[in-house]
């Protein structure tokens, strides 16, 4: 880089904080972001070429969320964004992490069995399985990350043997191994206003886990069905409204996401989408409202497969 382009890095750096509402549009050329990004370990696949800008004249998008980052899969090159280094909660997105914990124990086998006791209950979320029905981990991990069970995600903390505690603080280890160093969980589930990410370290959550074949084949999935050991029949709908949506149409396809939302968090979304071969990571933190941040993620799609090209 230049002494020009080094100076100018520095002072977008600089200015971003003081204008929280602002967006930055970089220019193919100015990789300020990914090279710091790159540079923390966050965004290990940078390779400073992104795809080629052909229409200058785009500003950007209004968004209902204030925290957003639109990344290319391939380099790494982050396409636009907005307050993306604010830690703010993510509310259910914290599943994620809470999946790579459960599939990183080696105990842990989606074969066994286990089931949902009244004392895995927490407020807020949905009630899936009922208490005593005995499925297997592979059916409560898919409950937990295709219709957000918080109380099927707990009951697979129990049923390993492990406390919050020290769940929570492996969690955190993963985290801080991926780079998301402005990260931190206090619960499995996200209903803590205390797990708090920003949205670039959001949006390499989403890349671990999509890497995790596990993990992807689930959360693409827009419904799930299933029968318990007893006989008793589930249908699961997705948190994630896009699924059945344009967005997940020829010649778009969604690879993977996962919602969150609490009254702390607001409503956020991290996700996957592909057009004509080529990815882009969305995720919007603390749209005012659910249909809010499914907007958002559009506007932003659309925004970067017109505003770029590969």
């Known amino acids: 880089m230049t002494l020009a382009s080094v100076i100018n890095v520095f002072l977008v750096l600089a200015l971003v904080p003081l204008f929280p509402g602002a967006v930055v549009a970089p220019n193919p050329t100015d990789t300020h972001v990914a090279l710091v990004r790159a540079a923390s370990g966050a965004f290990p696949s940078a390779n400073l070429r992104g795809p080629r800008r052909v229409d200058t004249d785009a500003l950007g998008?209004?968004?209902?969320?204030?925290?957003?980052?639109?990344r290319d899969v391939e380099s790494g090159v982050t396409l636009?964004?907005?307050?993306?280094?604010?830690?703010?909660?993510?509310?259910?997105?914290?599943?994620?992490?809470?999946?790579?914990?459960?599939?990183?124990?080696?105990?842990?086998?989606?074969?066994?069995?286990?089931?949902?006791?009244?004392?895995?209950?927490r407020d807020g979320g949905r009630w899936y399985i009922r208490f005593g029905d005995e499925v297997s981990f592979d059916q409560m991990l898919s409950v937990m990350?295709?219709?957000?069970?918080?109380?099927?995600?707990?009951?697979?903390?129990?049923?390993?043997?492990?406390?919050?505690?020290?769940?929570?603080?492996?969690?955190?280890?993963?985290?801080?191994?991926?780079?998301?160093y402005d990260t931190v969980f206090v619960d499995p589930?996200?209903?803590?206003?205390?797990?708090?990410?920003?949205?670039?370290?959001?949006?390499?959550?989403?890349?671990a886990a999509l890497a995790n074949e596990t993990i992807a084949e689930r959360v693409r999935l827009p419904s799930y069905t299933f029968e318990s050991r007893t006989g008793n029949t589930y249908v699961v709908e997705a948190t994630d409204q896009l699924l059945d949506s344009y967005i997940n149409r020829?010649?778009?396809?969604?690879?993977?996401?996962k919602t969150g939302f609490t009254d702390e968090a607001g409503a956020c979304l991290?996700?996957?989408?592909?057009?004509?071969?080529?990815?882009?990571?969305?995720?919007?933190?603390?749209?005012?409202?659910?249909?809010?941040?499914f907007q958002d993620v559009k506007a932003l799609t659309d925004w970067a497969f017109s505003v770029y090209e590969w």
């Open 80 to 121: 636009l964004s907005g307050v993306p280094s604010e830690p703010r909660p993510m509310a259910s997105i914290t599943k994620l992490m809470t999946a790579l914990v459960f599939l990183d124990d080696p105990t842990f086998n989606l074969e066994r069995r286990g089931t949902v006791l009244r004392e895995d209950v």
């Open 61 to 70: 998008v209004v968004t209902n969320a204030p925290s957003f980052v639109v």
């Open 189 to 207: 589930v996200g209903l803590g206003a205390g797990n708090l990410s920003t949205a670039y370290d959001v949006t390499q959550l989403l890349d």
């Open 145 to 180: 990350l295709v219709g957000s069970g918080n109380n099927e995600t707990l009951a697979l903390v129990r049923e390993l043997g492990l406390s919050e505690e020290t769940f929570v603080a492996r969690m955190n280890t993963i985290a801080t191994e991926l780079g998301m």
């Open 250 to 257: 020829s010649p778009y396809a969604i690879h993977g996401g």
């Open 270 to 293: 991290t996700i996957r989408i592909e057009r004509d071969g080529h990815s882009i990571d969305v995720t919007v933190l603390g749209a005012a409202s659910i249909d809010g941040r």
